[in-house]
């Protein structure tokens, strides 16, 4: 069983910077696919990124690319969601899964993100 815990949300102007954290417990993100997806009101969950934990590779909605960065700490068995140049239309709550392939799937509880105009 695995554990995810997002955190880093917040309330941030259009243009500001946010980094969001998922943390694991209960078991490594090795052999797994993280990502973060996102939820506003009214709309599906989309998703936003994820990173291939093995080998580290990481693919990004169109929404978002050139604006936020994943990436992971192995140390730590944490995966972050760098945002910048923030748009109100980021405003979400937004969910870490971890994923094996065929096997596991966990998500977090969510952390909102509102972004000002």
């Known amino acids: 069983q695995v554990q995810l815990v997002e955190s880093g949300g917040g309330l941030v102007q259009a243009g500001g910077s946010l980094r969001l954290s998922c943390a694991a417990s209960?078991?490594?993100?090795?052999?797994?696919?993280v990502g973060w997806f996102r939820q506003a009101p009214g709309k599906e969950r989309e998703f936003v990124a994820l990173?291939?934990?093995?080998?580290?590779?990481?693919y990004y909605a169109d929404s978002v690319k050139g604006r936020f960065t994943i990436s992971r700490d192995s140390a730590k068995n944490t995966v972050y969601l760098q945002m910048n140049s923030l748009k109100p239309e980021d405003t979400a709550v937004y969910y870490c899964?971890?994923?094996?392939?065929?096997?596991?799937?966990?998500w977090g509880q969510g952390t909102q993100v509102t972004v000002s105009s």
């Open positions: 209960g078991r490594t993100f090795s052999s797994y696919v």
């Open positions: 990173i291939n934990w093995s080998g580290g590779s990481t």
């Open positions: 899964n971890a994923e094996k392939p065929g096997h596991d799937n966990y």
